[in-house]
Every structure is written in C-alpha cells, then in structure tokens.
C-alpha cells in the first residue's frame, strides 16, 4: 500500500473513531460500512485530502457530499435491516448509496443531474456495488414504478415531507429528510404505522435544496 493510501485508510478509521462513534453513532454495521468504503473515491481527484475532514465537501455542479457525521446519523435513524428496499432522493456522489448498499437488500437512487448520475455510477461500479438501481429524474416525485419501499432517505432539503415518498412508503416504513427553510433545516423522522403517520424532529441542519415539482423551483 502506497504513503497516500495509507494516509487515507489511517484518516478513514479516525474519522470513523473521533466523528463517528464518539458522537453516538452505535450501530455497528454501520460503523463497519463507513470503515471499509473508499470516500475518497466519490471526490473529485484534487479534493481527496478532504474526503474524512468533518465538513461538507463541494462535489461540483452546486452540490456537496455531506459531512459524515450528518450522514450517519440520518442512515442509523433508518433503523436499515438486511431485507429493506431503499429508496435514496439525491444520489449525488454515490457515497451514500454505497452505504445504503451495504446495510440493506437493494438501493433505488435518483439524481436529478445527469452528470452526477454518470460519475456515481462509474465509481459503483468500480467498487463493485450491484444491489443498487439509478435513474434521473425529480426525486421529490419518489420512484412510482418501484414502490413501495421500505425506507426513503434524501441527501437534500424540501420545504416538506414531499407526498409521494409517503405515498409510497409501505407500511411500517420510515423516511429520514431535511426538511425547512432554505437556510436552515431540521431533519425528520417519518414513521408510517396503520396508515398513520407521526413525525419526529432530530437535529438542525444545513443542506442543498431538493429541486423538483414538489421540492424547490429551479
């Protein structure tokens, strides 16, 4: 293993010690899944030295791959078990799909930017990362076709809850999303139960706008 490697492994596993699982996060498949897939590999070549910083990171085109923290606290309030479908609004690098991947039985990603799309899919594939469906298109308008699933999680914010991810949600299903103004946003916890559905507020947050018919006009 190369110097640069070996730096981005050892900085890979501290990101996962001092980030991670000092703030909370527990679930130990997840820890797993954030100390094996490459982050790096979802960056632009010239901003590898940030891929494990504790900040957002400009991925270009006006979208980020978000801080990892952030990101692992919205996929443990998944509450993932191996047999889930998910459903992933905002595909964006990838990174979180590779994530998703690994903790569930298949991963349908949307990504409204057609560039985006086609470098994900490049870097999944590198990495060998098959149980995963991507298509473009308006992600605040879920995927019809494929419903229900069993969790949604989206990598940008709306102004709320769309209704076609709860649409589309099968029962006992649940959706984690930022969810505000465009500033700031709080993340959210949807719980579909008996065809109720109850909400649950965790944190605030700063993510990019969902864009979409039913997100943010363009």
């Given at each position: 293993?190369?110097?640069?490697?070996?730096?981005?492994?050892?900085?890979?596993?501290?990101?996962?010690?001092?980030?991670?699982?000092r703030?909370?996060?527990?679930?130990?498949?997840?820890?797993?899944?954030?100390?094996?897939?490459?982050?790096?590999?979802?960056?632009?070549?010239?901003?590898?030295?940030?891929?494990?910083?504790?900040?957002?990171?400009?991925?270009?085109?006006?979208?980020?791959?978000?801080?990892?923290?952030?990101?692992?606290?919205?996929?443990?309030?998944?509450?993932?078990?191996?047999?889930?479908?998910?459903?992933?609004?905002?595909?964006?690098?990838?990174?979180?799909?590779?994530?998703?991947?690994?903790?569930?039985?298949?991963?349908?990603?949307?990504?409204?930017?057609?560039?985006?799309?086609e470098?994900?899919?490049?870097?999944?594939?590198?990495?060998?990362?098959?149980?995963?469906?991507?298509?473009?298109?308006?992600?605040?308008?879920?995927?019809?076709?494929?419903?229900?699933?069993?969790?949604?999680?989206?990598?940008?914010?709306a102004?709320?809850?769309?209704?076609?991810?709860?649409?589309?949600?099968?029962?006992?299903?649940?959706?984690?999303?930022?969810?505000?103004?465009?500033?700031?946003?709080t993340?959210?916890?949807?719980?579909?139960?008996?065809?109720?559905?109850?909400r649950?507020?965790?944190?605030?947050?700063?993510?990019?706008?969902?864009?979409?018919?039913?997100?943010?006009?363009?």
């Amino acid at each position: 293993m190369g110097s640069t490697e070996e730096k981005l492994a050892d900085a890979r596993q501290s990101m996962v010690e001092l980030q991670l699982r000092r703030r909370g996060i527990r679930n130990q498949a997840l820890l797993d899944a954030f100390s094996s897939i490459p982050r790096e590999v979802f960056l632009p070549d010239d901003l590898y030295d940030e891929a494990y910083e504790d900040h957002p990171v400009s991925i270009g085109m006006g979208q980020t791959i978000s801080q990892p923290y952030v990101t692992a606290l919205m996929v443990q309030h998944l509450d993932l078990q191996p047999a889930h479908r998910v459903l992933d609004v905002g595909l964006g690098s990838g990174y979180q799909a590779a994530v998703l991947a690994r903790l569930s039985r298949h991963v349908y990603a949307i990504e409204r930017i057609e560039e985006l799309t086609e470098r994900a899919m490049g870097v999944l594939a590198r990495l060998d990362v098959r149980n995963i469906t991507i298509c473009t298109g308006d992600g605040s308008l879920g995927w019809p076709e494929e419903a229900p699933f069993d969790r949604i999680i989206c990598g940008a914010a709306a102004p709320d809850i769309p209704q076609p991810w709860i649409d589309q949600l099968g029962e006992g299903g649940r959706i984690v999303a930022p969810v505000g103004g465009a500033d700031v946003q709080t993340v959210v916890v949807v719980q579909k139960e008996n065809g109720k559905v109850r909400r649950q507020q965790v944190c605030d947050v700063r993510f990019v706008k969902l864009i979409g018919r039913k997100g943010w006009p363009s």
